[in-house]
């Protein structure tokens, strides 16, 4: 029980959550992370593999209850009718013109609650001082890559299929060119089979950044469609997060 709790890491104020959360992970290429509209100190923490499979022996842990929203200046998730507990980069970021490799894993326990049509994502490339660009969304049970590419859903394209998406770990690849012309492409992988070969714009800003963890967006659309007052406590977890130059760079050294 000691050594489980000294691989715990809690981020429990607003100056912490300013900091780089998980210095100790390593994040390949990645700048540095920090918390995003939620300081709660059990909303993220580093644990041991609970699952024993995860590719790595620490994991990120994300949990998001009800009411978890908060204000960064002029935005507010309350006022928004959204709740997140997300991690978002900092640093370098990628600028208009980069190519870029990413990857992550992630597990959504057994008893993972399904709260469509209230949009649940766990990864999505956002965009400074505009919208987000692409989201990976879970949408009737299932995971789904939704195009934001106009500013809005323009189209989903399932990535997991709701039978095979809770209660084991997935993999996530990307190759990305950010551009704002045909030249641009975004490529995806999950569990190693190619699921998204999009060429074309890729981005309508100056810049695209990472976020990651649990963010629920039209909360409202839940409560209504079920009568529930509340909604469902959700955890997920995240293992060996990284971009790099390189597919091979996104192997995390000591993976098992």
Known sequence: MAGLLAAIVFLTTPA???????????????????????????????VPDPTGNAPTAVVERFELRDGDCGVNGAWSDCEKDRERSELR???????????????WSFYLPQ??????????????????????????LLKNGGLVLDDQSTGRTTRTVELIPKDDLRDRWHRVEINANWRNDDQGFFRVWIDGETKIAWTGPTMDAETVYFRYGVYRSFVSRFKNATGADTMPTQTAYFANVRRAAAREGLAAPGDR
Do not use: C
């Not at 959360?21 to 993220?44: I, W």
């Not at 008893?111 to 987000?132: A, E, M």
């Open 111 to 136: 008893d993972w609650p399904d709260v469509w049509p209230t949009k649940t994502v766990l990864g999505q490339f956002h965009q400074i001082r505009s919208h987000p660009i692409w989201m990976f």
């Open 16 to 46: 912490l959550a300013q900091q780089a959360v998980s210095p100790s992970l390593e994040r390949g290429d990645f700048g540095p992370f920090v918390r995003s509209l939620n300081e709660k100190p059990y909303g993220y923490m580093l």
């Open 89 to 103: 980069e900092m640093g370098a970021r990628s600028p208009e013109g980069t190519e870029a490799w990413y990857g």
